[in-house]
């Protein structure tokens, strides 16, 4: 291998543009964003710096305080409790039908149900809209033709993150189902076969080989789809505007809406602080508890 | 002869599990097309129609005319195309250079950018709409372009594949004399090119997907991407069913065709990013 300066050299030109954009355009403003969130920020430091004031944990203690930013807190999380393990039980529900030896046509099965996984997001957003309307909407007219009442699913502070849930479960289960699918083939058939030897059911099969050789792959899909729901953030923008009655606020909405509608930056960046502080203290654990049981 | 029996009704319970499945993940994205071919004010009944009384393109006429959303088309596509080639072009060199070449540094350099896949990329927005606004690039299409123009992702796909390059292939390049440019270009990228296919893909679908970042840095229908105009549409014309379904389905139809086209290519990357953990 040759190390001259030369060689040493053409390798920092071959890094030196991705660690430029990355260094000036995600890392500086990371630590800006701690540095922001440590200050009074507002609409009058934006027009003129000289307003600036250091107010070192303000931010947070006053949040702590803020009874918004609590239920914004609740509602993501409320949305995290639910939303993840009914997206996780349904991509596995699809993937262990997809990796059926019974199932026909699987090629065509799996792009079908990965398909909600690429669509636009806001576009679908306004899809759901509409068929979730109280009046005219598709959902209230086959629930009414087996007799159930219509649901005001968006207009109802109990029924708008649910029907939130359902978006996103919708939107993403294709995501987590094509990794499980993966981690389904990759098991030894062999100990299938030991099994059917000994007369375990399916259901045994399942419980005992299944789920345990699936482990570390549910404990990685774990982690990004906690981290990810964590971030809900386009779909209460496009289907509710955090209505009704603030149930439907995430706590990207309330930093967003801090933020940009009004201009207090200082406190939406400790928003986003506290966010990211909150996802890594979940994944952290998530990951300990599987590295009690040996999955990583 | 029971066993027989018995997998026959497992098969059905199987496939039709499947097509229940499969009907609700596409019912919305049928609907969607569908109303959008309705005359106007077609799907505001009861019962809901599920097929166009008669089908017509007025829908589309109205919203190319009306909505100025052909621009945001157009927005949306060299924005797309820009952060796609660009970061193609960045992430390659650099996953190259962290998998075959040496300089000081760079494995605690790759351990840092892993450990910033940690940082949601939002803690970082409202600073850098601040540098956007110093740099006057608010309301730009470079002010989206840029920060997407290098992502980890894809600085360790490339990387993880690099991996595979034999190093006697360009040591012995440069016995011959080949410069450390002509070797990427010539002899490198040719080889990368099943993951620069998967990378291209992956990029273009979500930088046209991306909405949270478009949506602060710019400030007028003029520059808007789709996904922004979009959402901007359905505040106003929050009744107009069949418009702001026509423009549902110019934003998601590019995305699902290119899927569709070269679906192995990004299942394959959503495979080898997930394992990054």
């Known amino acids: 291998m040759r190390?001259?300066?030369?060689?040493?050299?053409?390798?920092?030109?071959?890094?030196?543009?991705?660690?430029?954009?990355?260094?000036?355009?995600?890392?500086?403003?990371?630590?800006?964003?701690?540095?922001?969130?440590?200050?009074?920020?507002?609409?009058?430091?934006l027009a003129d710096p000289a307003h600036l004031r250091f107010v070192a944990l303000g931010n947070y203690l006053d949040l702590l305080r803020t009874p918004m930013f609590w239920k914004a807190l609740g509602?993501?999380?409320?949305?995290?409790?639910?939303?993840?393990?009914?997206?996780?039980?349904?991509?596995?529900?699809?993937?262990?039908?997809?990796?059926?030896?019974?199932?026909?046509?699987?090629?065509?099965?799996?792009t079908a149900l990965f398909a909600p996984v690429v669509t636009t997001l806001v576009a679908v957003a306004v899809i759901w809209r509409y068929l979730f309307h109280t009046s005219y909407g598709l959902v209230?007219?086959?629930?009414?033709?087996?007799?159930?009442?219509?649901?005001?699913?968006?207009?109802?502070?109990?029924w708008a993150m649910p029907t939130i849930m359902l978006f996103a479960v919708w939107k993403n289960f294709g995501y987590n189902m094509v990794i499980i699918l993966a981690g389904l083939q990759a098991i030894p058939q062999d100990l299938y076969e030991a099994a059917r030897l000994d007369g375990a059911s399916r259901w045994r099969q399942f419980l005992h080989i299944t789920l345990p050789q699936l482990?570390?792959?549910?404990?990685?899909?774990?982690?990004?789809?906690i981290s990810g729901y964590f971030?809900?953030?386009?779909?209460?923008?496009?289907?509710?505007?955090?209505?009704?009655?603030?149930?439907?606020?995430?706590?990207?909405?309330?930093?967003?809406?801090?933020g940009f509608k009004w201009w207090n930056l200082g406190r939406a960046s400790a928003v986003a602080f506290l966010l990211f502080l909150i996802i890594l203290g979940v994944?952290?654990?998530?990951?300990?508890?599987?590295?009690?049981?040996?999955?990583v | 002869m029971s066993g027989i029996g018995h997998s026959r009704r497992g098969a059905l319970q199987v496939n039709g599990a499947l097509l229940v499945l499969a009907a609700l993940s596409l019912a919305p994205l049928l609907w969607m097309l569908s109303v959008s071919f309705m005359p106007r004010g077609g799907a505001s009944q009861f019962p809901p129609p599920l097929l166009p009384s008669a089908a017509t393109l007025d829908s589309y006429r109205a919203l190319f005319a009306t909505t100025g959303i052909g621009r945001n088309f157009a927005n949306s596509l060299l924005v797309s195309a820009a952060i796609t080639a660009l970061s193609l072009l960045v992430n390659t060199?650099?996953?190259?250079?962290?998998?075959?070449?040496?300089?000081?540094?760079?494995?605690?350099?790759?351990?840092?950018?892993?450990?910033?896949?940690?940082?949601?990329?939002?803690?970082?927005?409202?600073?850098?709409?601040?540098?956007?606004?110093?740099?006057?690039?608010?309301?730009?299409?470079?002010?989206?372009?840029?920060?997407?123009?290098?992502?980890?992702f894809g600085i360790f796909l490339v990387r993880q594949y690099a991996r595979s390059i034999p190093d006697a292939l360009i040591e012995a390049a440069r016995i011959d004399g080949a410069g450390e440019l002509r070797i990427f270009f010539q002899i490198v990228l040719p080889m990368l090119k099943p993951v620069l296919a998967t990378l291209a893909?992956?990029?273009?679908?979500?930088?046209?997907?991306?909405?949270?970042?478009?949506?602060?840095?710019?400030?007028?229908?003029?520059?808007?991407?789709?996904?922004?105009?979009?959402?901007?549409?359905?505040?106003?014309?929050?009744m107009d069913v069949e418009l702001m379904m026509a423009g549902a389905v110019v934003t998601v139809l590019p995305v699902l065709l290119l899927f569709l086209l070269l679906q192995r290519y990004y299942v394959q990357g959503l495979l080898l990013g997930s394992v990054k953990g």
């Open chain 2, 201 to 238: 893909v992956f990029t273009f679908m979500g930088a046209w997907n991306d909405f949270m970042w478009p949506l602060i840095v710019l400030t007028d229908q003029q520059h808007y991407t789709l996904p922004v105009a979009l959402a901007s549409l359905s505040r106003e014309h929050i």
């Open chain 1, 283 to 295: 994944t952290a654990l998530l990951l300990r508890a599987g590295r009690r049981r040996e999955l």
């Open chain 1, 140 to 158: 209230n007219w086959a629930l009414g033709s087996v007799g159930i009442a219509p649901i005001d699913w968006l207009g109802d502070p109990r």
């Open chain 1, 75 to 110: 509602n993501t999380t409320y949305f995290v409790a639910v939303g993840v393990p009914l997206s996780i039980a349904v991509s596995l529900c699809a993937a262990l039908l997809l990796n059926s030896p019974l199932a026909r046509m699987r090629a065509l099965f799996r």
């Open chain 1, 215 to 225: 482990g570390p792959v549910l404990l990685l899909v774990g982690v990004i789809t």
């Open chain 1, 3 to 45: 190390t001259g300066p030369a060689a040493r050299l053409a390798a920092w030109t071959f890094v030196a543009p991705a660690l430029a954009v990355l260094g000036i355009f995600f890392a500086l403003p990371v630590v800006a964003a701690l540095l922001l969130s440590l200050t009074d920020f507002d609409l009058y430091a």
């Open chain 2, 93 to 152: 060199m650099a996953g190259y250079a962290f998998a075959k070449l040496r300089f000081a540094g760079r494995e605690r350099i790759f351990q840092l950018l892993l450990a910033a896949l940690v940082v949601p990329a939002q803690v970082a927005m409202l600073p850098l709409f601040l540098l956007m606004k110093q740099l006057g690039l608010v309301n730009s299409y470079w002010g989206v372009i840029i920060p997407g123009m290098a992502t980890v």
């Open chain 1, 231 to 258: 971030q809900l953030f386009a779909e209460p923008y496009v289907m509710t505007r955090g209505d009704p009655l603030q149930s439907t606020v995430s706590v990207l909405y309330y930093m967003f809406e801090e």
